[in-house]
Nanobody, 122 residues
Framework: QVQLVESGGGLVQGGGSLRLSCAAS????????MGWFRQAPGKEREFVAT????????YYADFVKGRFTISRDNAKNTAYLQMDSLKPEDTAVYYC???????????????WGQGTQVTVSS
């Protein structure tokens, strides 16, 4: 069982930046691909970004390309989502997730965090 704890959410003005962190409770962190998802009020959860176990492979949803960057520090068992040029439509609860393979994916994750709220004002 892997526990994931997100942090770093908050309120930011449009055009601003936030960095989300996701701490994992596993010593085999590098064996898990990580992903970030988000869910806005009244909408379904959607994929944002994913990174492979070793960290050399990433993939992004079109709506965040060039603005968000996913990364990880396997020595710290932590994944990150750097969010720049934030827009009001980025407002959502952001979740990190882990899947028991090093390969990236836009779906099929095995473990989920509790989420962190990101609110972008106009």
């Amino acid at each position: 069982q892997v526990q994931l704890v997100e942090s770093g959410g908050g309120l930011v003005q449009g055009g601003g930046s936030l960095r989300l962190s996701c701490a994992a409770s596993t010593i085999s962190f590098r064996r898990y691909a990580m992903g970030w998802f988000r869910q806005a009020p009244g909408k379904e959860r959607e994929f944002v970004a994913t990174i492979s176990g070793p960290g050399g492979n990433t993939y992004y949803a079109d709506f965040v390309k060039g603005r968000f960057t996913i990364s990880r520090d396997n020595a710290k068992n932590t994944a990150y989502l750097q969010m720049d040029s934030l827009k009001p439509e980025d407002t959502a609860v952001y979740y990190c997730a882990a899947r028991a393979t090093i390969l990236i994916s836009t779906s099929r994750y095995d473990y989920w965090g509790q989420g962190t709220q990101v609110t972008v004002s106009s």
